[in-house]
Nanobody
Framework: QVVLIESGGGLVQSGGSLRLSCAAS????????MGWFRQAPGKKREFVATITYYADSVKGRFTISRDDAKNTVYLQMNNLKPEDTAVYFC?????????????????????WGQGTQVTVSS
């Protein structure tokens, strides 16, 4: 079992930056693929990033990283835009011994955080 706790969301002006954190209070993130998704008001949840792949909408602006020693994954978000406003979710797969997918789909993940609100004002 993995319990994910997110933090770092909030209100920021357009062009600003935020860093989201997703820490495992139980279990380990080692040997798991970690991903970030988001859901904007009135829209479906969409893929944002894994360590190896980024959505086109965030390439060059967002960076995912992880610190397995701290059981934490981060999403550094720079040059934020109003369209980035959404609830951001982190997710983890089951234990992995190798890469099986691109991990850009919700069904490829087992554990989810409750989400953290990011609001970008114009």
């Amino acid at each position: 079992q993995v319990v994910l706790i997110e933090s770092g969301g909030g209100l920021v002006q357009s062009g600003g930056s935020l860093r989201l954190s997703c820490a495992a209070s139980e279990g380990t993130l080692s040997n798991r693929v970690m991903g970030w998704f988001r859901q904007a008001p009135g829209k479906k949840r969409e893929f944002v990033a894994t360590i190896t792949y980024y959505a086109d909408s965030v390439k060059g602006r967002f960076t995912i990283s992880r610190d397995d020693a701290k059981n934490t994954v981060y999403l550094q978000m720079n040059n934020l835009k109003p369209e980035d406003t959404a609830v951001y979710f982190c997710a983890a797969t089951g234990l992995q011994s190798g890469v099986m997918y691109d991990y850009t789909e919700e069904y490829e993940y087992t554990y989810w955080g409750q989400g953290t609100q990011v609001t970008v004002s114009s």
